[in-house]
């Protein structure tokens, strides 16, 4: 029985990581391999490991490098997650609407893909930002809004999900995207070739299984996985096309999903 590497993108693993444990072991049950789910301490880990991976749940932009520098092979993507970003705003400003970004500094993470979503949403609706002041992670961008060094901000909607409601009570959301354009995929290593079709086989037809596939996947918050190619995660690389000029980045934490 070969053993095959499971590694998940850091932001996914953050809270309930025991549920991508429960995702191997059925991975194992179904195929035969033994897959070793392996929690990434923080990004930096993950990225200094990508390569080795089996099987990779990774974000867009991970899933671009996987394919064009490592040759991964995409096998699968949850049907109801995207990436998306909400725009908030410095809790001391009255009745502020995303219109009001108009010419405004907005802070974000612009290494990141998903930004890019939140820019081209903007510039669809005639909004357009002054600059994009980068962070380089989502709770810097946090941080600089309690810290009142900006008033408007853009931050992944998974990640503004995931704070607590003592943190979310200094902000206001006044919006957020509803693209679909960008997500997270599941790729198989290239060495790996022979077990591509068994494994995706696998992951698209959990779902169908009531007794397992489907509570495994309820608690990862996924509907069902259905196949993903190639082309449409290289099309990801469309959004770069969505500029404001970007400020110069602060450093304060490692980059995060």
């Not at 959301?173 to 995706?200: A, F, R, Y």
């Not at 596939?213 to 099309?235: H, R, W």
Request: charged content about 25%.
């Amino acid at each position: 029985m070969n053993n095959i590497k499971l590694m998940v993108c850091p932001h996914d693993t953050a809270k309930n990581p025991e549920n991508w444990f429960n995702f191997s072991l059925y991975l194992t049950k179904a195929i035969g391999n033994s897959f070793l789910f392996e929690k990434s301490i923080d990004f930096p880990d993950f990225h200094d490991q990508l390569s080795s991976g089996g099987l990779i749940y990774a974000n867009p932009q991970d899933s671009v490098r996987l394919i064009k520098e490592h040759n991964y092979s995409p096998v699968a993507r949850p049907i109801n997650l995207s990436d998306e970003i909400v725009f908030i705003a410095n809790k001391g400003l009255e009745t502020p609407q995303v219109t009001d970004l108009t010419d405004k500094t907005v802070t974000s993470v612009e290494s990141m893909m998903v930004t890019k979503v939140g820019i081209k949403c903007l510039l669809e609706n005639n909004i357009r930002p002054a600059r994009i002041e980068s962070k380089e992670s989502w709770m810097a961008v946090i941080k600089s809004i309690f810290r009142n060094e900006t008033d408007y901000a853009m931050v992944y909607k998974d990640f503004y999900e995931g704070l607590n409601n003592l943190s979310k009570s200094g902000l206001q959301k006044i919006g957020e995207t509803t693209d679909g354009t960008i997500h997270h995929n599941l790729l198989v290593s290239p060495n790996l070739l022979d077990s591509v079709n068994i494994i995706q086989e696998t992951l698209v037809k959990m779902h169908e299984d009531t007794d397992a596939g489907q509570k495994i996947l309820a608690a990862l918050n996924i509907e069902k996985l259905v196949a993903v190619s190639k082309d449409e995660i290289l099309k990801f690389e469309a959004l770069q096309v969505y500029q404001v000029k970007v400020a110069d980045t602060v450093s304060e934490t490692a980059p995060c999903c």
